[in-house]
């Protein structure tokens, strides 16, 4: 049997985005669906994690309420970034200016771009090559629609890309949208044209347009933020990206650890505290130490933090990296934010043939 795609809805609670990452389960090649800019790490981390190879960042619209991670993806794994080109000098930054017929592939999969506007003149729809998915940004919503009442909106042109591009999928296709702000995860055409309260049912063209612009939505809140940045398709102003911990290359795994890679502890041991939370026996064990460790095991740690220096920066150090986690988690608890753990612990440190103690 053929592997199935893999398949990743990711939430952005500030905002309520989704953010989708598909992947062709082969060649392991992937593409990443309205990236929110402060999610970048747990994005990136999770395409580490599943060890994939991110193609492009794709947005469905230059969004009003959050920031797109494309730049910052783009800067990070070379991902390209794609938006429609229907925002003419609007949007500068993109690699792929999409229209309606691209076809953006991903190993043996592809995703078709249909162009949806009237939330904004430049909102795609990407629908999947074997149509049981389509992710709809901010036109067609769970039991809604995207507004029509800035940038570019206009309630009759949203009603001609909801019924003759969305609704003449196949009725089993999943409709994922761009954002839900009731707990809701997907839906499906047969169920949107049954039941969407602006769209389904009997509505016509009328009813659509009379409902949406009398929706009276109070202004989106990050709009004047939002829409500059997007423009330039995420690109802070400094052009810098930003960093998690400024003493050093600290990564943030998707399961939200603080990590740090052995081969640059070992180089800079000289301006770290290396904290070991391992037991007696293992810290003069056949693994050994790290030159300097302060051991302190984790059950104490609690209780002991302030035997820890607050000179240095802390990396927190056990056999695999697991226990060393939780040590990193116990030190923020108690106000010691700049931590690490040492990332694959002991037994990563012995891998790259990097120097131990031992008793
Ligand atoms: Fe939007």
Request: glycine share 8%; aromatic share 6%; with cysteine.
């Amino acid at each position: 049997m053929d592997k199935p795609l893999i398949f990743r809805q990711l939430f952005d609670a500030d905002s309520s985005t989704y953010t989708y990452l598909l992947a062709d389960p082969v060649s392991k090649e992937a593409v990443l669906i309205d990236p929110v800019f402060e999610q970048h790490q747990r994005d990136r981390a999770l395409i580490e994690e599943l060890d994939l190879t991110l193609l492009a960042t794709l947005d469905t619209h230059c969004h009003a309420d959050h920031v797109t991670g494309a730049w910052l993806m783009q800067q990070a794994v070379g991902s390209k970034i794609g938006i429609s080109g229907r925002y003419g000098d609007m949007v500068s930054g993109a690699d792929y200016l999409l229209d309606h017929g691209d076809v953006i592939k991903f190993g043996d999969r592809a995703l078709e771009v249909r162009a949806t506007p009237g939330h904004t003149d430049g909102c795609i729809t990407y629908v999947l090559d074997d149509q049981t998915m389509a992710f709809t940004g901010d036109c067609l919503l769970i039991r809604g629609a995207g507004r029509c009442d800035f940038q570019q909106g206009n309630a009759h042109i949203m009603y001609r890309s909801i019924t003759e591009q969305i609704f003449s999928l196949p009725d089993d296709c999943v409709i994922w949208p761009a954002h839900d702000y009731s707990g809701r995860t997907a839906s499906s055409v047969r169920e949107e044209k049954a039941y969407n309260p602006r769209i389904g049912g009997q509505a016509d063209e009328n009813d659509f347009v009379g409902y949406m612009e009398n929706l009276g939505l109070p202004h989106p809140k990050k709009i004047d933020i939002a829409i500059p940045a997007n423009c330039v398709c995420g690109r802070p102003e400094d052009g810098k990206m930003p960093v998690i911990a400024d003493w050093g290359p600290v990564r943030l795994t998707y399961a939200g650890v603080k990590e740090i890679d052995p081969q640059w502890v070992a180089e800079h041991l000289d301006r770290l505290h290396v904290v070991d939370v391992r037991g007696v026996d293992e810290f003069n064990g056949d693994l050994g130490h790290i030159d300097d460790a302060q051991w302190l095991p984790l059950p104490e740690l609690d209780d002991r933090v302030s035997e820890i220096p607050t000179d240095q920066p802390v990396v927190t150090v056990c056999k695999s990296g697991r226990r060393s986690a939780q040590a990193t988690v116990i030190l923020k608890k108690q106000g010691r934010k700049e931590a690490a753990s040492l990332r694959g612990g002991m037994l990563s440190w012995h891998q790259a043939k990097l120097p131990v103690v031992r008793q």
